[in-house]
């Protein structure tokens, strides 16, 4: 559990291999950190990951199978984690950003984006959710996108099963309230990560320490929701208050 300082001594991340997570646990402090389970779908980025960590001096760092689309596994998945011992904080890092072009002619691939990104989320969110309840503390970090804040058409596929994650991570955090555990939603923009490779880079892009920083303050400062770089929550208030005809011809 976390310790009288409020640092964490064990750390989940579903989406082990995820760049902006392993970033997130590299920046958390870790002098009690004695247990970090990076879940994902088996690769060599995941053992990179692992090795990546162990290397930057943090203990206790594993790998285990975790797939989002296969949610009939992830009851037992979360028992087993949980069952093993607290986890003080989780990181709901995995996600698809998929390729809109390629969404619209073949739907199944927008089927496998909301798959991944949505329903794969509530399913695993909801088991973390039980659990966390159960233990009376612990954060569940939801990495959701400003993309969601309002869904733009060159990227709408994703932006809605961001959408549906961020409005399922506000009401999960709702729930949990007064149960000692909490949600801090983070809505980061641009992020220089493997996902972004080879795509224009975007005003106010940030790589993933730079989230990290702001995820790590988030929870030092007991927030519910985090945006990344912070004045990007001004820019997306002023997006989401434009009509749609304006919004429409905006070159984005
Ligand atoms: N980069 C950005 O600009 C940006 C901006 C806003 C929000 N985000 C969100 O931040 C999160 C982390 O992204 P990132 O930038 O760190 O990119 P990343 O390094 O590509 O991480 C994405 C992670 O999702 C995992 N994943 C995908 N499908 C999965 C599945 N079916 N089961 C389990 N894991 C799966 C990937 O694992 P594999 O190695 O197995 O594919 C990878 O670990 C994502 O949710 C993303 O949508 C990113």
Redesign the pocket.
């Known amino acids: 559990m976390m310790d009288a300082l409020g640092e964490p001594q064990s750390v989940l991340v579903?989406?082990?291999?995820?760049?902006?997570?392993?970033a997130t646990v590299k920046a958390l402090p870790r002098a009690r950190l004695r247990r970090v389970v990076l879940?994902?779908?088996p690769?060599d980025?995941?053992d990179a990951a692992v090795a990546d960590l162990a290397e930057a001096g943090i203990s206790g760092v594993v790998a285990e199978q975790?797939?989002?689309?296969?949610t009939p596994s992830h009851g037992e998945f979360i028992d087993r984690v949980f069952t093993a011992g607290d986890v003080d904080i989780v990181i709901?890092?995995?996600?698809?950003?998929g390729d809109q072009a390629e969404a619209e002619t073949d739907p199944s691939l927008a089927v496998t984006m909301a798959t991944?990104?949505y329903t794969?989320a509530v399913s695993v969110g909801l088991h973390v959710a039980r659990r966390l309840r159960v233990q009376g503390h612990g954060v569940l970090v939801v990495?959701?996108?400003?993309?969601g804040d309002r869904a733009r058409r060159s990227n709408f596929v994703?932006g809605s099963t961001?959408a549906g994650l961020d409005a399922f991570a506000q009401g999960l955090g709702d729930a949990l309230h007064g149960s000692g555990a909490r949600v801090l939603i983070?809505?980061?923009?641009?992020?220089?990560?493997?996902?972004?490779v080879g795509l224009e880079e975007a005003p106010m892009t940030v790589d993933?320490q730079d989230?990290a920083a702001v995820v790590v303050t988030g929870l030092r400062k007991g927030k519910e929701t985090v945006y990344a770089p912070g004045p990007l929550r001004f820019v997306m208030t002023g997006l989401k208050s434009l009509p749609r005809p304006i919004f429409r011809r905006l070159p984005m």
């Open positions: 579903l989406g082990g291999s995820s760049e902006i997570a392993r879940a994902g779908r690769s980025a995941l975790f797939d989002a689309t296969d709901l890092a995995f996600g698809v950003l991944t990104n794969g990495l959701s996108s400003v993309a994703y961001k983070v809505r980061p923009g641009f992020v220089r990560s493997r996902m972004t993933p989230v």
